[in-house]
Each structure stands twice: as C-alpha cells, then as structure tokens.
C-alpha cells in the first residue's frame, strides 16, 4: 500500500459515511467549498473502484444531493465528485392520483422572481437540474409546476439530456383555476375534482341539557361561502361520550351523566374538501324534582277551607325547590268589605281576615310557581258565628 492509499483509507475510516448511491452502499468523505455551509456545492471522495455515477442521488444529513459530475482523475486511490444540494423538491401531475415528486436544483434564479404574484417580465426564466431516470423523462415541454413559493408557477420550454442530468429551461407562468395553490401542484384539477370548501356554523355557543333529557342544536353549513339551502347531515365529535350523546340525523343532544364537554361539527363531501369547523359547548344538569304545590292550613272540609268571622288565617304555599310564585286572587262577587286579603308572592304567602258575616260564593285563590310549571287552586268559605 503506498503512502497516497494509506492516507485516503484512513482519512476514510476517520471521516467516512455511509450513503445510498443507486441501490448499493457505499463509504465516502466530504469537502466543503471556501463558502462553508451556505455553499450548496460539496466535493465527494471515493474509492476508484466505486461505481459512481453522474446525476445519482444520495442523502447527506437529511438532504438530498445531486452528483453533478466526476472530476478529473489525479490518481487510482480515489475519485472526487462535484455534487451539490437539491433546493427544490417539486410536484407534477400526470394524471388522477399520479403525482410525482422530483427533488432538484433551482439554478440562478433571481431573487426578485421569487414573489408571490402573477407579475411576468421577459427575464422570468430559470434553470432546473434533474437527475436523468424513467420519473424524470416522464416530464415533456409545455409541463407546468410550481418551484419555491406555491405562487410561483413555471412552464417547461426546452429540455436538455447530457451524462445523467436533466437540465429544464422553463419560464414563468401565471397560475389558473386548475392549479392547487394550496398544495403547490399545477393543473391538479384538470385531473381530479376540485375541492370545496364548508364552513360549519352552530348558532348557540353553549346549552344547557337535563339528563335523559333533550336539546335541539341550530345548524347550517356553508358550501364555498354560499350558505345550502339543505343543511347536509353534520359529523359530530363528542370530547366526553360519557356526558352527552348527539343524534346527526336530527341535530339533537341527550343528556347522560352530570358535567360539561365540547362538541365539534365539521362536514365535507371529498377527503380533499375542507372545513372550518364549529363547537359548543354542552352543559349536562341534575334534573329539577318538580313537586305538587302544597298549600297549608289544608282544607278543613273536602272542598274548601272555612274561615269564621272575624277570624284571620296565613297559608303558606310550598313546591320543589326555589320556587317562583304568582298568587292572584278571584273574589268571586264577594264585596271587599266582607273580607281582607294580603298577598306576598316573594315568600308564597297570603292572608286572609273573615270581616263580616257572609253565606254565597268562596274566595278563589289561583297559585303558580313558574319554576316547576304547577298550578293549582284554594277556595276559602267566609262562615258566620260559630
């Protein structure tokens, strides 16, 4: 082994990394230009007997690199390689669900080309650099894709083939109804259906929901901006399927277990649709016992309570829990004069006082507590002497 041999293996072993180069392994070193890390070119040094090729690919640090050309030979120990960093990983479309992705390099193209808008001068042409393989002879003149920003479209004008390399001649192109802007690929929907867009919107931002009880969500969904005359059946996604369930067919939550969630609805036609969704927020409650008003002293006869004169009696209404009272009083014809009655509806009380002797209609009280709904009647007999 001569002194040249022993050098470069043992600057191998030291330096050395394993690539994939055409299928097969191989172990190599690297040489940065003077530029350092913002050169996009390196130098690779490998065996002679390796089979290196020009325009293989291989990944260095998670990129991809493009060996642009094996430099002349100076000795049989090694070879060196000019390779140099692909800026680029491009997408074009053949066909529907054929998409191809070619990594590559943007080779001078001027920063001021790189804007996002349709704005095409004379000198908007770039050089793109391919390796040569069956993917890349698929691309023809007059294929359009995006390179850099999603908005910067391109079109093939001329295409060059020399020892493993593709080289493109493209111009820029402005982008068309058939481009997904959103993906970076041209002409996408010349192939495939283009997506539409829903927006899901709850009207209520949060309700409220006894168990085993039920609520009725208000839902609309709108279709590229337009609000659908038929609102479609919505995909719900309960947080907690512990506290609530919801019926899409019907919009309507049930009430299963105390405690608050979240429910999402979204909706889409196609997996390339997309959604702006909507949430509410759901609260489930103990339901509320709702209880018969009772009302004390009760009747002391089967009808009605007797009240003898000049003799005065306070009744005490009673429902449930918080109740909410109306007490109204109908005199029935009786004059004011033969009676005095006072109501207190905050403490569900009213009072009334026999004034006078009197034999005719009863007093009718009418008691409503509006947080249980109940309602009822009391009919109080003014009596004469006892």
């Not at 470069?8 to 530029?35: C, H, P, Y």
């Not at 709850?202 to 085993?212: F, G, L, Y």
């Not at 309960?238 to 429910?263: E, K, M, P, R, Y």
């Amino acid at each position: 082994m001569n002194t040249l041999e022993s050098i470069f293996l043992e600057s191998l072993n030291r330096e050395g990394k394993d690539i994939t180069i055409n299928g097969s392994t191989q172990k190599v070193f690297f040489r940065r230009n003077d530029k350092g890390e913002t050169d996009p070119y390196i130098t690779m040094y490998a065996l002679s007997e390796s089979a290196i090729e020009q325009g293989a690919t291989f990944i260095l640090n998670n990129e991809t690199y493009l060996i642009l050309k094996e430099q002349t030979t100076e000795n049989e120990t090694y070879k060196k390689y000019s390779c140099i960093k692909c800026n680029q990983i491009v997408k074009i479309m053949y066909g529907a669900n054929d998409l191809v992705e070619y990594p590559l390099y943007a080779k001078d193209i001027n920063s001021s080309q790189l804007v996002k808008a349709n704005v095409i001068t004379i000198s908007s042409k770039g050089e793109f650099i391919l390796p040569l393989n069956e993917a890349t002879k698929r691309i023809t003149i007059n294929k359009r894709f995006f390179s850099g920003f999603f908005e910067l479209a391109w079109k093939v004008d001329d295409i060059n083939y020399n020892n493993g390399l593709v080289y493109l001649y493209c111009e820029r192109d402005v982008t068309n109804t058939n481009d997904d802007t959103t993906n970076g690929i041209a002409d996408r929907w010349s192939y495939e259906d283009k997506p539409n867009s829903y927006e899901v919107l709850i009207a209520e931002s949060s309700v409220t929901c006894d168990t085993s009880k039920t609520v009725a969500l208000t839902v609309s969904v709108k279709e590229n901006n337009t609000t659908m005359e038929t609102t479609p059946t919505i995909t719900y996604t309960v947080a907690d399927g512990s506290i609530c369930f919801i019926d899409s067919s019907t919009n309507t939550i049930t009430g299963l277990a105390v405690g608050s969630t979240t429910i999402t609805g979204s909706y889409k036609v196609n997996e390339q649709d997309t959604c702006t969704t909507d949430k509410v927020t759901v609260v489930i409650t103990e339901p509320v016992v709702v209880e018969n008003i009772t009302i004390t002293p009760a009747y002391n006869n089967s009808t009605y309570y007797g009240l003898t004169q000049y003799d005065e009696m306070t009744f005490t209404c009673t429902c449930g829990s918080n109740p909410s009272w109306t007490i109204t009083l109908n005199a029935n014809g009786i004059p004011s004069s033969y009676y005095t009655s006072t109501i207190d509806n905050t403490n569900g009380t009213f009072k009334v006082a026999n004034n006078k002797m009197y034999s005719g209609a009863n007093l009718i009280y009418t008691i409503a507590d509006a947080t249980s709904g109940k309602s009822t009647t009391y009919e109080i007999k003014l009596n004469g002497y006892m």
